[in-house]
């Protein structure tokens, strides 16, 4: 697989609106490990290599176990191994991800509700769909593990 051309020098300001999301979401209410395994589960589903080599790096950098990577994978049949809180926010990626199955689900988000505020409902939900963008983007332009997007 050839990359085929770099963003930043075909498109440079919508790169810079990239970045500005992620600055948001560097300074949102939720936990850095809880994003990670975001990125991770959304990476997975999408089969971004790119992206799952880059998260699954920084979410062991952020203190996140093998174990729990390993497993993100299976996360419903993983009992004991992520938190109340975590499955939901794993249902959340995997409803938003795969949105044109049935999207979020009532259920899900009422889940979500007994554990999160609406601002942190809202915030998993701008991590969720920044990290789809990011896995489309790479996946689009043929990004290798070990390239840069610069």
């Known amino acids: 697989m050839q990359k085929r051309f770099n963003i930043k020098a075909v498109a440079p300001n919508a790169l810079k609106a990239m970045i500005g999301l992620e600055t948001y979401l560097s300074q949102c209410s939720i936990s850095k490990k809880t994003k990670e395994l975001i990125k991770i589960r959304a990476s997975q589903i999408n089969g971004c290599a790119f992206c799952i080599n880059i998260h699954t ?68 939900i701008m991590a969720i769909t920044t990290i789809n963008l990011w896995n489309r983007i790479v996946l689009s332009t043929h990004l290798l593990i070990g390239q840069s997007l610069a």
């Open 57 to 124: 790096q920084d979410a062991v950098n952020n203190g996140e176990t093998n174990q729990r990577i390993f497993l993100l994978n299976a996360w419903r049949e993983a009992e004991d191994i992520f938190t109340e809180e975590e499955t939901i926010v794993l249902a959340m990626t995997e409803e938003i991800t795969l949105i044109h199955q049935n999207g979020l689900s009532d259920e899900t988000y009422t889940n979500a509700l007994q554990f999160f505020s609406e601002t942190q409902i809202a915030d998993i």
